[in-house]
């Protein structure tokens, strides 16, 4: 019995001494504490690069635009002469049209054909993870090798296109030396190069769609083009303005394409305010210029990120 009750005492003894829920509370909070400290940490990062790579520039931008500077000497305080300055340049109307007419295009042939893309693939009830994946290879490709590859496509002599033409009996065309044609071309790059991002967004949309309402519009003897109208758009109104805004911001700072493609000819048929604006800083060695450029496209684009961001918050409200 002695043995028995030692036994029974001991467990008890130990655990009134026992630390362990001190141990326990000490280490539930310094567990808290680092994880706070890692959470912290990691927005510390994300806080300062956004700072080094996104706020800073555009600080110096509006610095820029109202000084005289060449990154050599100190800068001087200029005003709005730099304003005046691009605003007199004859390439500052043609370049602002031009993007103007690139964003338009870019809707009409950009925005169009990825949904109806997405509503084919939608419909297809066989091999839609390949065509998935044809539709979003151009994506993968870097940007510049998705331009020069077009560059030799738009060759006037053994270029792809013109021998398409001259396959039809059809006289071949100057894709990008032709003031007609240049800036078509240039949207047609783009909207290939980007094809497949938008195509992905909309077939996600497309299938959150309930099956119920495909459904019953079978049943009441919709045919395809009902179906997209009555039912499809209603459902994605949403995305599709969000997609139209995006849009919008994406085309009017285009630069890569004249760049490498046309240079901004022929004729200023190319280019755009971007390329106009690095012709300025880089070219002209007027950063101040560039400066205002940029500091007119930015407030230009501010209007349509505003829209964006209020369209956001309403759709993530319902």
């Keep these: 019995m002695a043995v028995t009750d030692e036994r029974v005492r001991r467990p008890q003894l130990m655990g009134a001494a026992d630390p362990r829920p001190d141990e326990d509370a000490q280490g539930a909070i310094r567990r808290a504490v680092g994880r706070n400290l890692t959470a912290y940490g990691f927005l510390c990062g994300a806080l300062i690069c956004f700072a080094l790579f996104s706020w800073y520039p555009m600080v110096r931008e509006v610095v820029l635009s109202f000084q005289e500077n060449n990154f050599v000497d100190p800068g001087k305080w200029v005003g709005f002469d730099n304003f005046r300055t691009v605003i007199e340049d004859p390439a500052f109307r043609s370049a602002w049209l031009n993007t103007a007419a690139f964003s338009g295009l870019a809707l009409v042939i950009g925005y169009a054909v990825p949904f109806v893309l997405a509503v084919v693939l939608n419909e297809l009830r066989h091999a839609k993870a390949y065509l998935r994946f044809v539709v979003y290879l151009p994506v993968m490709l870097p940007p510049a090798v998705a331009v020069l590859l077009f560059k030799w496509f738009y060759d006037p002599g053994s270029g792809l296109f013109n021998q398409i033409l001259d396959v039809f009996h059809l006289p071949p065309l100057s894709w990008l030396d032709s003031t007609s044609t240049a800036l078509v071309s240039l949207v047609l790059v783009s909207t290939w190069m980007n094809l497949g991002t ?17 459904e019953s519009a079978e049943l009441d003897g919709a045919g395809l083009f009902r179906r997209v109208w009555h039912v499809t758009i209603p459902q994605t109104k949403l995305i599709l303005l969000v997609m139209l805004l995006l849009q919008v911001v994406a085309t009017m700072q ?3 394409e004249p760049y490498l493609l046309t240079g901004g000819g022929p004729e200023n048929a190319t280019v755009t305010v971007a390329y106009l604006m690095y012709q300025y800083a880089f070219n002209f060695g007027d950063f101040g210029g560039g400066g205002a450029l940029g500091l007119m496209l930015m407030l230009v684009l501010l209007v349509f990120s505003t829209i964006y961001l209020r369209v956001s918050r309403e759709e993530e409200a319902r």
């Design 254 to 256: 285009v630069f890569i």
């Design 198 to 214: 938008g195509t992905l967004i909309y077939l996600a949309a497309l299938q959150s769609i309930p099956g119920d309402l495909y």
